[in-house]
T-cell receptor, first 109, second 116 residues
Framework: GIQVEQSPPDLILQEGANSTLRCNFS?????LQWFHQNPWGQLINLFY???GTKQNGRLSATTVATERYSLLYISSSQTTDSGVYFC???????????FGKGITLSVRP | DAGITQSPRHKVTETGTPVTLRCHQT?????MYWYRQDPGHGLRLIHY???????DKGEVSDGYSVSRSKTEDFLLTLESATSSQTSVYFC???????????????FGPGTRLTVL
């Protein structure tokens, strides 16, 4: 099946800094989503972005499907951005998402 | 909030006992999913449903069964729980109306299951 690799595995930032989280995938995809899991365990959908660029406040995401990667940008990070960020992809029309192992982000005040 | 609830939220049980987890949604979405989350593995799909009585296996389906007799409820059953099934279980829904293509997924709050 499709492989999803996220990097870096861990990231520590000072509040106010910017960061880029990467997701590489091994096959063509028709669906890519980014999720944030907060320290209380809740999973929040950030972006549905199989291709192109989207922005939502301080967060933006870009997927270059032809080169099989996606990037999540966090600008002016806040302590509430801490948690784990997951990338998930669907390859083929099989109704299933495959998740990466996540990137743990810690934003320090 | 996509109107997804899970019950129970926490459960401790003993090896060999049956366990049923419930996922309930209020918005009549067609697709529902059960995942488990374990350290170092991210989220892995157990089973999913694409309609009432229509279910299929995911990546880690061994030891689990599911049922969906109503649109709003998706049940996950561990017939005989084992310690390896200690995990956090998440239910999700998808708003997909594009055939078999997954659309944006929304997650429930999770159930923490401990099998002693």
């Amino acid at each position: 099946g499709i492989q999803v690799e996220q990097s870096p595995p861990d990231l520590i930032l000072q509040e106010g800094a910017n960061s880029t989280l990467r997701c590489n995938f091994s096959d063509s995809v028709n669906n890519l989503q980014w999720f944030h899991q907060n320290p209380w365990g809740q999973l929040i959908n950030l972006f549905y972005i199989p291709s192109g660029t989207k922005q939502n406040g301080r967060l933006s995401a870009t997927t270059v499907a032809t080169e099989r990667y996606s990037l999540l940008y966090i600008s002016s990070s806040q302590t509430t951005d801490s948690g784990v960020y997951f990338c998930a992809v669907e390859s083929g029309a099989n109704s299933k998402l495959t998740f990466g192992k996540g990137i743990t982000l810690s934003v320090r005040p | 909030d996509a109107g997804i609830t899970q019950s129970p939220r926490h459960k401790v049980t003993e090896t060999g006992t049956p366990v049923t987890l419930r996922c309930h949604q209020t918005e009549n979405h067609r697709y529902m999913y059960w995942y488990r989350q374990d350290p170092g593995h991210g989220l892995r799909l157990i089973h999913y449903s694409y309609g009432v009585k229509d279910t299929d296996k995911g990546e880690v389906s061994d030891g689990y069964s599911v049922s969906r007799s109503k649109t709003e409820d998706f049940l996950l059953t561990l017939e005989s729980a084992t310690s390896s099934q200690t995990s956090v279980y998440f239910c999700a829904i998808s708003e997909s109306d594009r055939g078999y293509l997954t659309d944006t997924q929304y997650f429930g709050p999770g159930t923490r299951l401990t099998v002693l």
